[in-house]
């Protein structure tokens, strides 16, 4: 039988700019644009791959959602997009608050 997959979690539709900054300080940071959310995961949209259980920084430009992650897949998407699922390690800040933001400009 064939088990059926389920995020345990509703995801958020938001998009908002980030930045995901490798541990290693001397790589610049990469923009990308998160297109949903959760209290545990992100999904980001960036021109560079990322390799599975990199970690990084993710730091949102409007906000103050700050968070350490572990990429858990990245898959092209086409010319230089990448869809990069990040697992949330530890986070500060909320995500409520910058949906809340984009829905009030909506």
Same mark, same amino acid.
């Given at each position: 039988m064939e088990a059926i997959a389920r995020r345990l979690e509703e995801?958020?539709?938001l998009k908002v700019r980030v930045d995901?900054?490798?541990?290693?300080v001397r790589q610049p940071a990469q923009e990308g644009l998160t297109e949903n959310?959760?209290?545990h995961g992100v999904r980001v949209v960036s021109s560079n791959p990322w390799k599975r *259980? =990199?970690?990084l920084n993710l730091w949102c430009m409007p906000g103050d959602f700050r968070a350490r992650a572990r990429v858990v897949y990245c898959e092209p998407l086409g010319l230089n997009s990448f869809a990069i699922g990040l697992q949330l390690l530890a986070?500060?800040?909320e995500w409520k608050?910058?949906? *809340? =933001?984009?829905?009030?400009?909506a």
């Open positions: 995801r958020i539709p995901l900054c490798n541990l290693d959310v959760s209290t *259980n =990199e970690r986070s500060a800040g608050k910058l949906l *809340n =933001e984009a829905l009030s400009m």
